[in-house]
């Protein structure tokens, strides 16, 4: 792919869509740092983060979905959600255990964030 810009502003919702072989998907694992670039640079919030392996990109707040319907079956579509920001918690597998003051908090916290994520897409109705 060559030659590729994009810029994404606070609380814009943008989407990238092709044909198959557009590079779409070439783009997004650039991003995330999963394909390191072969040129240029991906900046996040004034700083660039070409380089950064997946999981430092992820704590900025930059992460990717998949096509796949639901990640896990058993679970609503509020815990998928939750499950998927447990990487910002503020708690450990002790804290989770005991069900701690911070386990409760930071677990309040991750619900409310979810629904209105969920809210933004009109999805509220489905969270259970």
């Known amino acids: 792919m060559d ?9 814009e919702l943008v989407s990238l869509i ?14 995330t740092g999963v394909h390191p670039l072969a040129g240029g640079a991906v ?3 004034g700083r660039a983060i070409s380089g950064l392996p997946p999981h430092r990109v992820a ?7 998949f096509q796949n319907i639901r ?3 058993g679970l609503t579509v509020l815990d998928n959600l939750r499950a998927a920001m447990h990487q910002d918690s503020d708690y450990d597998l002790l804290r989770a255990a005991v069900r701690s003051r911070t386990w409760a908090a ?3 916290s991750l619900e409310t964030h979810a629904m209105a994520l969920l809210q933004v897409f009109g999805l509220e109705g489905r969270a259970a």
């Open 3 to 11: 030659e590729f810009s994009l810029d994404v502003w606070p609380r």
């Open 18 to 31: 092709g044909p198959n072989g557009a590079g779409k998907t070439t783009v997004f694992n650039a991003i």
């Open 43 to 45: 900046h996040f919030d």
């Open 59 to 65: 704590k900025l707040g930059i992460a990717r979905t």
């Open 71 to 73: 990640l896990f079956k």
């Open 106 to 108: 930071t677990e309040a």
